[in-house]
Structures are given as C-alpha cells and as structure tokens.
C-alpha cells in the first residue's frame, strides 16, 4: 500500500505503522515512520511534535528538545502560547533530575536554555537560582534573583530567594533585612520567610555588633523576636549587645540562652 499512488491509502498506512511501533515500543521505527511522512510535509507541526515527543522517550533529550524549539520558532504567537506549556512539562522533569544527580554544569546549562524560550518562567528562574547557590555562583544567584523578583514581585518566594543572594554580600545585608522587614510586616506568619528575616537579622546582627554599633544591633534583634520569640540565637545576640551598652543584668539574662559546647562550656560559665 505505502509503494501504491493512492495518496490517502499511504498516509493510513503511514498512521496505522506508526501507532503500532509507539503502541510495541519500538520508537526508532516509529521515528523512520514519521521521517517518511515529514518527507512529504515537511513542516508538519503534528508530526514534528511526535517525533519530538519519541526522541524524549528514547533519552535523546537534546534532539527531543531542538525539535520542539523547531516548532515554537515557527508557530504564530497564538499557538507558541499554546505549545509552550507543552515544552516546559518536557524541560522541567529533564533539569530537576540532573539537579538530582549533581550535575549541576548540565542543569544549569538547560535551565538557561529554557529561559531563551520562555524568560518569564517561574519555574525556570527558581531552579537556576538553586543551581547557581550550589555552585557558589553568587554573582548569576543575585542576578537572577532580582530578574526574579523584578517580574513577580508579588510572589514571597522570590523576596526570598532575593534575600538570600543579597545576603552572601556583606555590603547588601542592611538591605536585604529591611525589604524582609518589609516582607514580615505583610505576612507574619509565612514560616520560610520569618526563618530567612530571623536568619538575616543573626548575619546583620553579627556585623554591627562587630562594629560595636550595639544600640542598632538591639534595636534590629528585638524587631526580628517579634516574629520568633523563643529563637535562642537572637536572645544570645540580645545579650551581647546589652554587654556592649554595659547593661548587665539584661546581658546576664539574655546570654543564659546560649547553649555552649563542651570545650566552651567552662570559658562561657566563667564570662
């Protein structure tokens, strides 16, 4: 039949070979399958989109995903909308595994690649955000951060993530714990963002009482145990700056937080 002029008769035959290789699993057949009806059409969306979609069940990934850029780059806005959704369920699954197995170059490199195609992914922002935290890529995690943040600044998440990229410079700290200052006042009981001002105020805290700025130190440390009272930590830091204003009794009673080790345990009885 496919060697027969009928026209109609070969394309049934095409589709009938076609859903028999997919239904046994034989998905390189099925690909020379598609690649015979593409001689034919070669700019066939549909079939473009199945052989993306068989190269993806094979493992070929690379081709599964030009493939499917292939179709976007030709598609009108309105079907590029559509088909969209479709490539990110393809891409998501492909960089979370690699972020899995550590490797982090790969993800990262994808991760990128899906922000070519689709910039304003959330998905795709916070996972190369992640990857760049892991690889101590400060620089890229701040950058992305405040794309992130830029684009949805409605979402905590991304004030977050913002936060902790600012945090890793010593010169943004301040910054960073007065826009989660900002973020607590809104949501006071949003758990991850009050741990990430709790943990923020304990680094900012920690250079000014460095500076001997204890007055400020107290003033942020007290604003941060209004969210988590009974964080140890802070009321340790508390302590330390009610020393550096020689209040003693407050400093005594503040510092008992502290939960020294064994090997400090005898200088910090005696402090």
Not at 87 to 101: G, S, T
Not at 182 to 193: A, G, I
Not at 224 to 231: D, G, I, P, T
Request: charge should be negative; charged fraction near 30%.
């Amino acid at each position: 039949i496919i060697n027969s002029g009928d026209e109609e008769a070969v394309l049934i035959a095409q589709n009938g070979l076609y859903n028999a290789y997919v239904l046994e699993k034989r998905y390189h057949d099925a690909i020379i399958m598609l690649d015979d009806m593409l001689l034919d059409n070669p700019g066939n969306a549909e079939l473009l989109l199945k052989k993306s979609d068989l190269y993806y069940k094979e493992g070929r990934y690379d081709y599964a995903l030009s493939i499917y850029e292939q179709v976007l780059g030709a598609a009108s806005q309105q079907d590029r909308d559509r088909l969209i959704a479709g490539y990110n369920e393809m891409i998501l699954p492909r960089v979370k595994q690699l972020r899995a197995d550590y490797r982090l170059t790969e993800a990262r490199d994808l991760s990128d690649r899906w922000l070519t195609i689709d910039q304003d992914n959330q998905d795709a922002l916070l996972y190369m955000i992640n990857i760049c935290f892991q690889m101590k890529d400060d620089a890229a995690m701040l950058r992305y951060a405040q794309i992130a943040e830029k684009r949805f600044g409605d979402d905590v998440s991304f004030k977050i993530k913002l936060a902790e990229a600012m945090n890793h410079n010593p010169e943004k700290r301040a910054e960073s714990w007065a826009m989660l200052h900002n973020q607590v006042q809104l949501n006071p009981f949003h758990e991850p963002l009050v741990n990430t001002f709790s943990f923020t105020t304990e680094e900012y805290a920690g250079e000014l009482l460095k500076a001997k700025d204890h007055a400020n130190a107290l003033g942020i440390i007290d604003t941060a145990l209004q969210y988590k009272e009974n964080n140890k930590a802070l009321k340790y830091m508390k302590g330390l700056a009610y020393e550096g204003l020689k209040n003693y009794d407050s400093a005594y009673y503040y510092q008992r937080f502290y939960e020294p080790t064994l090997l400090e345990f005898d200088d910090f009885k005696s402090h």
